[in-house]
């Protein structure tokens, strides 16, 4: 990145993930002031390494739950499509409700340095749920592996590395091509396309931040439009494909 950070925890942050996009609708220009105040926390700011990505805004649902999930998942899939044909490494995707506490800060070099010592594909540095639990109990810290079969709700804090772009980009564009409810994996949240994505793809090793390093402000999202709580659709798309599989 081109600033130096003046913390350790963005010293971490910038060591870890060298390329992050942070995903902004472009007249939210207050969220993008209060993306800058959060890396600021880190004493990191927006230059070569964090930078905008412009959300997909759409006029209708495409078969999508709603028109907000339709564009957060076209945010998501444009960010990676743009980190494919630029053969990065990795790319870190932050939507722009992501927060840093004190204590998240606090634990932010540890749990990177841990990250950076194991063989990963999939990062998550926060999530809303961890299957049917709200908060994941009798894992490891400050980081544990992910189960394939297990859903993750929560795409504001997620990294990937080259493999899973190259992974995740076709499966995400071929989603896009089916209908709703095909048993193929139709149009559906981005959390319940990545839980799909790693369930056929069980060698993308997830490894998940716990406690996590990150958290979703508690403010409107215009993003995906409905908070956690609202977006049990997840889970069911996660059912429906382990029932599909269990059939083949």
Known sequence: MGTTPSTAAGAAFAGAFPRVRVINLAHRTDRRREMEAEFAKLGLAFDD?????????????????????????LSHLGVLEQALAEDAESVLIVEDDLSFSPKEIARMATTLAALEARPWSIFYGGILRYGDQEQPSGVASPLFVADPATGIMGGHFLAMRRDAIAAAVPYLQAILTRSPGSPEGGPMHVDGAYGWLRAARPDLV???????????????????????KDRVPVVREMVQWLRQARRA
């Open 206 to 228: 997830t490894l998940v931040a716990h406690p996590g390093l990150g958290h979703q402000r508690a403010s409107r999202t215009d993003i995906h439009q409905l908070r956690w």
């Open 49 to 73: 390494g964090i930078r905008l990505h412009v959300a997909t805004r759409c006029d209708d649902a495409a078969g999508f739950p709603t028109i907000g999930t339709r564009g957060c998942f």
